[in-house]
């Protein structure tokens, strides 16, 4: 017969490799820490079965720290700067603990902890795919990663606010909807601001190349609509390495295109669905300024009251 | 008067002021998310001051994205592994969300969110203390060091497990307790097999570099004890940008120095002290075999079974 512990470590490398499927990123280090979580349960009379799933968490935070560690080790680079972010993501969960001493049921707060955990992976994951974005990615692949990336954070907030404040179920999904439909128009909408701002000030803030980099949806519907010989020069533009004359010459065909017209019209059908869903809720000033942030996405938060003292 | 949503606008200011204060890494955003959280918790009758502390977690989250983004487009490096790394970070907290699920009282479920978050947190601080340490941190400042980094996440592995189980304050405290001397045994033993090992071995892992420069306690340790002559050499290996031979010098240094004795006799101090507070404790194996894990810390884990078959 196993010994009792080595029945433990076989739980945790089974729910390992549930977890970390072949082919994933990262392989299980060497199980300290959920064997410590799962022993120190065990000692004072717990449930080792109920607790397995935090006791993995253990061992995913821990090889995402080696990561990083191997990444700042390595490069010698940005470490500060990739440390400061860490805290701030763990800050996200902390902070929603608190609302707890504000008397929030735990049982809102930890379905509030799941939402945020798996839209923070849905955003990882949108990442991966902006990454891996082709030309060929078509319109299916730019939603599927607008949305994961940009769409589900938004999302998230909208649902975390309702479930935390016990909304009906068709209230959440409302206002989740919501949050979707206006990360869409938001992305789609940033995506447009390169081809419509002047090209100089693209190019001086040093963020020109980056846009130019990230497929973007004007880009996508140029290529789509466009001659074969704008064709190949959009395709001969992303695939160069970083030139710091492509992008005019990228937002001279993209302009011509007509690319931002279509574009624009998606946002604002994105918009105007954001809009309609917000009707499932109760008519309200909150409800009245939701549906404003469809329109007045770069003036949404009236700052200037600390300005003006 | 002003307008209920300026009022929204500077409850979220005042709480980021509160949360980053001056000199931190990052400024607060356009608020848009934490605005959307408040706004949609407000549109279903919620409590805006209660749900206040995740409002401006999402902040924290987006920025904390937004600083990774800055990494990848910058140094078009190793993003697919800070990606990666981030969506493990997340699934610690998804993970722990499944506890619920499994029959585990929401209200444990969110202390072990809160001890997790200011877990990562601490361990973010330890990291930083890294970069910034010198041979003049001295030991109270390696120690610091090294609790916050390595053994707060054991203290918390520990927490977590007893927290989730509904341990007494005692015997979770006694957890923690041991887990913090576990990890500064661990660390410290960690540090010391880079004098120990053959020189050849820590050079040819490609590790040898990083050892050197990450500041470890028999360094310390010899500094402190070593003539000025030594002394002097000790500094001058640390400061010199990295060349491959300087460790077989520093190793030399640090053997003749009896550096690794004393710090030897630090671990088996700390590991003591673990043993010592895990008798509050009711006896049992896993009590045993959390004792067990003081002296054998590279076996921990008897995965001899998976080889086998």
């Known amino acids: 017969m196993p010994r009792p512990d080595a029945d433990l470590a076989d739980m945790v490398v089974r729910e390992c490799g549930r977890r970390w499927p072949q082919g994933a ?5 060497r199980l300290l820490r959920p064997m410590l ?50 805290a701030l993501l763990f800050e996200w969960f902390r902070a929603l603990s ?27 994951r949108g990442t991966e795919l902006e990454l891996a974005s ?4 078509g319109l299916d692949g730019y939603l599927r990663m607008a949305r994961l990336k940009t769409a589900a954070p938004l999302a998230a907030a909208c649902r975390v606010g309702a479930v935390l404040s016990g909304a009906s179920p068709e209230q959440t999904n409302a206002l989740a909807e919501f949050g979707d439909a206006l990360g ?17 000030a693209v190019t001086r803030d040093g963020r020109g190349d980056v846009q130019v980099r990230r ?39 993209v302009r011509r295109s007509g690319a931002c017209g279509t574009a624009i019209r998606m946002a604002e059908q994105y918009a105007a669905h954001a809009r309609t869903v917000l009707t499932a809720l109760p008519p309200s000033g909150h409800r009245v300024r939701l549906a404003g942030m469809t329109s007045a996405m770069n003036a949404t938060i009236p700052l200037r009251r600390h300005v003006d003292g």
Chains 1, 2 share one sequence.
Do not use: K, W
């Open 134 to 137: 082709t030309l060929h990615s």
């Open 184 to 200: 869409l128009a938001y992305q789609i909408r940033e995506d447009i601001r390169t081809y419509e701002r002047n090209v100089e």
């Open 37 to 86: 979580v799962l022993e120190s349960a065990m000692a004072v009379g717990g449930d080792p079965v109920r607790i397995l799933p935090a006791a993995v968490g253990f061992e995913c935070s821990h090889v995402g720290g080696l990561v990083h560690e191997e990444i700042i080790h390595r490069s010698g680079g940005p470490a500060d700067a990739i440390v400061a972010a860490n």
């Open 98 to 124: 608190e609302c707890v001493d504000r008397g929030v049921p735990p049982e809102r707060v930890t379905e509030a902890m799941r939402i945020q955990a798996s839209t923070g992976i849905d955003s990882c």
């Open 25 to 29: 990123t990262q392989p299980p280090g």
């Open 215 to 253: 497929l973007s949806l004007p880009v996508l519907i140029a290529h789509d609509s466009a001659c074969p010989r704008d064709r190949a020069r959009i395709e001969r533009l992303l695939t160069t390495r970083s030139t710091p004359d492509r992008l005019p010459e990228l937002v001279e065909i």
